[in-house]
């Protein structure tokens, strides 16, 4: 089975080719030819997730998936939540939403938080939807140089290591993205 992953997202490729078996055949927006940047403009995580999806079937016609994640922090009512990306601005800046984040919870004693991915998927004409969450706490500085976006500044439960610390298959064992995906992949094999 060939299915378009509709994500421009190096990072979350390799996470998601990572979890799923040879027989399913992820394809990126680059093979596809789809370079424009896809609207994310929805109030909820769910909702801009379906809005890829919808996007890529009404210009492409083709059956494909889609993920957006977001990192909801508890004392700051969830923020900064469904806008993650553009936390500290439009051009989207891993280290600017970092430090906008450390800045806005200094002296704060509850640094708990959570990781949301919500993958939509299209297939024959019919739409599913897929919830991962990983629980941690957002650590006092960096940690770290793997992963992306949030990953240095987030320590998932139980672990005394950031995800930018660990190694791709711990992130994905216990990681928001790969709950989602091991859903996505036992629904497509059922
Ligand atoms: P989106 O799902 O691509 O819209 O991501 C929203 C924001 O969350 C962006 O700033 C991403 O860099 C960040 N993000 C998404 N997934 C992860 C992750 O697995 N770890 C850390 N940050 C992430």
């Not at 957006?68 to 700051?76: E, F």
């Not at 939807?129 to 941690?136: L, P």
């Not at 793997?146 to 610390?165: H, I, L, M, R, S």
């Amino acid at each position: 089975m060939k299915l378009v992953f509709a994500t421009n997202n190096l990072n979350k490729l390799k996470e998601v080719q990572a979890l799923v078996p040879p027989q399913i055949e992820i394809v990126s927006l680059a093979d596809i030819g789809c370079t424009e940047d896809i609207p994310e403009t929805s109030p909820t995580i769910e909702g801009n997730a379906k809005q890829k999806i919808q996007y890529i079937k009404q210009n492409y016609g083709m059956d494909c998936f889609a993920d957006d994640t977001g990192l909801v922090v508890d004392i700051l009512n969830g923020a900064p939540g469904v806008y993650s990306a553009r936390y500290a601005g439009k051009d989207k800046n891993a280290k600017a939403n970092m430090n906008k984040l450390l800045n806005e919870l200094t002296g704060k004693e509850n640094r708990d938080a959570h990781f949301k991915t919500v993958i939509a998927l299209e297939l024959n004409g019919k739409q599913k939807v897929f919830t991962g969450i990983c629980e941690g706490t957002i650590t006092l500085k960096e940690k770290g140089q793997g992963g992306f976006g949030y990953d240095p500044v987030f320590q998932p439960k139980g672990y005394t290591k950031t995800f930018a610390e660990l190694p791709l298959l711990e992130k994905n064992k216990i990681g928001h993205r790969g709950k989602a995906v091991q859903q996505l992949i036992k629904f497509l094999n059922s």
